[in-house]
């Protein structure tokens, strides 16, 4: 990106809902994958992914929140 975009609150909710589709799927189709199931050490992995992916969702709300509801 070489030009500036200002940031409004749709991209900060673009950014949620793109998060919690990638969440989804990850719940969907990883987790609940039998290989997931059977291979553990390949299950914590999806699932630390998974979490860290949950925590960037809560900041980006928080930072979305306090941007534009104050």
Request: aromatic content about 8%; glycine content about 2%; charged content about 35%.
């Amino acid at each position: 990106m070489s030009k500036k975009i200002k940031l409004d609150n749709l991209h900060y909710h673009e950014m949620i809902d793109r998060l919690h589709l990638v969440l989804c799927n990850i719940d969907d189709f990883l987790l609940d994958h039998p290989v997931a199931h059977k291979e553990k050490k390949i299950r914590k992995k999806v699932e630390k992914a998974s979490e860290l992916l949950s925590d960037a969702y809560q900041e980006i709300g928080k930072i979305e929140f306090d941007k534009f509801n104050t």
